[in-house]
C-alpha cells in the first residue's frame, strides 16, 4: 500500500516556480495496477518520482510500506566505460543480497535482455534500444511489490515489447504497477484503477477507462464514443476480410470453377475496400488525441 | 524507512544497506579508475615521476640540494610531493564525484556523500600504493627513501589523508552547490603546492614569512612526513601535529554536516 499525502512540489527555477503538484492524496491499495493519465506537463512524472523516493515533496509525505522500484527502464544509472554485466552486477550489490543474490540477478537480466555477447562489452557501445533492454530487465530481475513505468513499455523493437508486456502479465497478483504512458490501449490493458492528474490536481478513479474519459473530457477532445465506434468496426471489417481471403483460399484448394473464384475475389476486394474506409474514419478520429497505441 | 533486501524478503537496516552500497560503489569506482582506460595505471605512476623529474632538473640547475638539512634532496622531494598529491587527490577527485553520478540517486538506497566517501577512500589507497613503489624504486635505486620512524611516518601519511578527506567532504558538497567553487579549487592547487613547502624547503624563507606558512596545515603535516624519513631532518620550529588534526576534523566534520543538511538539494541537481 503507498500512501500519499498532502504533496506539494514545484521545481525551484530563475522565475518560473509554481506549484507541480498542489496537495496530492491518494491511497494506492495493494495489488492494484494504476495508471497515470494527464496533459504533459500535468506532473505525472514528477508524481511516479516522488512514489518512487527520487525526490522529496515540499510539503506532505508519501509513505510506501511495500518494496517500489525506481522508474523501469531507468538508464541514467549506467556507467558507459563499463560493461553491462558490472553495471548489473552494481545495481544488484546495492540492493544485497549477497554473492548468490547478485549472481542470481546478473543471471535474470541476461537472460532476459537477450542482447548476447554484447552484455559483456561497454555500456558506451550499446545501441538505444540494447540500452533500453538492459534497463528493463534490471527492473525485472528484482522481486518489487510495485513496479513504477514511466513509458518503460514504447522502447524495444516489437519481439521485446511482446516480451515485456508477457513479463508484466505474469505478475499480475504478484506484484503491481504505476505506470504514465500516453498509450492507452496499454493503459486499459495492464491497470485497474487510474489517476487523472490536471493542473496539479490528482484524482482517483476505480476504473481506469473513467480516468482516461476523465482526461479526455478536459482536453476538449471529441467523445470518444464514436472513436470506439469505428474502432469496433475495423476490426469487425478486419474479420471479414479475414473470412474471405480463408474462403477463396480453400475454394482454390478445392478446384472450385473459375466464375466461383471470381465472385470470391470480388469479395475480398470489396471486403479491402471497407477496411481501407473504416480505418480512415478511425484515423480521423485517432488523430486528435494521438494517444492511442 | 526500511530498505527491501531483494532477495530473501527481509528488511535490511540502514547500516546493511549504506555497507552494501559503500561495497557496489567502491568495486565500482575501482573498476573504472583503474581497468576502464588503459592508461590510468599509467598516468597515476608516471605523473609523480615527471613531477620529480622536472623538479630535479629545476632544483640541480639552481644548485639547490645544499639548502635541505638532514635529508638528500630528490627523496626530501619525492616524499614531500606525494604527500601533497595526497591531499590534492583526496580534494580534487570527490569535487566530481556528486555530478558524476547523478545518475545513481535514482536508487534510493544512495545518497550523495556515498561517492564522495567510496572516492576519498579509494584515492588513499591508490595514493598509498603508488607511494609504496615508489619507496621500493626509490631503494632499489639507491635512494635513501627507507622510513626512518615507520609509524611517525604512518600517522603523519594518515594524518595528510585526513585533511584531503575533509577537504573533499567539505568542497564536494559546497560545488556541488555552488559550481564556481569547483573551479576556484582547481585553480589554487597548484600555488597550494608552493605555500605548502613542497618544493622549496620552508627554512629558507624569512621568519615572517614561515609564520605566515605555518598557518597552513598541510605544511605542517608535510613537514611531519618528512620528519618520519629522515630522522636528522631539520624542520621549521612550531609545527604541530594538533593543529593537523583539529583542521582535519574540523573539515570533516563540516563536510559531513553540510552533506547532511543538503542531501536533497545535492540529489535534485
Known sequence: MIEVNGLYKRYHNHRYNDWVLKDVNLTIPRGVSVGLVGPNGAGKSTLLRLIGGMDTPERGEVKRRCRVSWPIGLTGGFKGSMTGRQNVQFVARVHGGGGQGVKRVIELVEEFAEIGSAFDRPVQTYSSGMRSRLAFGLSLAFDFDVYLSDEATSVGDRAFKAKAKQAFRDRVGKAS?????????????????????????????????????????????????????????????????????????????????????????????????????????????KEPTDDDD | MPEANSSNGGVRTPWQVARSVWFAMFMRETISRTMADRFAWFWMIFEPVAFVGIFIAIRTMIRGDRFVIGADFIPWLIVGLMGFFLFREGMNRPVGAIEANQGLFAYRQVLPIDPVLVRIVLEGLLRTFIFLIFIVGG?????????????????????????????GLTISAAAALVPEIGRVVKMISLPLMLISGVIIPMSLKSYHLQQL?????????????????????????????????????????????LHLRFAEELKAK
Open chain 1, 177 to 285: 504497477l504505476i505506470m504514465v504512458s500516453h498509450g492507452e490501449a496499454i493503459l486499459r490493458e495492464m491497470c485497474q484503477a487510474g489517476i487523472f492528474l490536471y493542473e496539479g490536481r490528482a484524482q482517483w478513479f476505480d476504473e481506469i477507462d473513467d480516468a482516461i474519459a476523465a482526461y479526455h473530457d478536459t482536453s476538449g477532445m471529441p467523445d470518444p464514443a464514436p472513436l470506439r465506434e469505428a474502432r469496433k468496426a475495423t476490426r469487425k471489417a478486419r474479420q471479414e476480410l479475414r473470412a474471405a481471403k480463408a474462403a477463396h483460399a480453400q475454394a482454390q484448394a478445392e478446384g472450385a470453377g473459375q466464375a466461383h473464384l471470381d465472385t470470391l475475389t470480388a469479395s475480398i476486394k470489396r471486403k479491402r475496400e471497407q477496411l481501407r474506409q473504416h480505418k480512415a474514419t478511425l484515423a480521423a478520429f
Open chain 2, 139 to 167: 631503494i632499489m635505486l639507491g635512494l635513501d627513501l627507507y622510513a626512518d620512524l615507520p609509524m611517525f611516518a604512518m600517522w603523519a601519511w594518515l594524518s595528510l589523508w585526513a585533511l584531503g578527506a575533509g577537504a
Open chain 2, 213 to 257: 606558512m605555518l598557518y597552513n596545515p598541510i605544511a605542517h603535516a608535510i613537514e611531519f612526513l618528512r620528519l618520519g624519513f629522515f630522522e636528522n631532518y631539520k624542520t621549521v620550529s612550531g609545527i604541530s601535529m594538533l593543529y593537523v588534526w583539529m583542521f582535519a576534523l574540523a573539515l570533516i566534520a563540516l563536510g559531513m554536516i
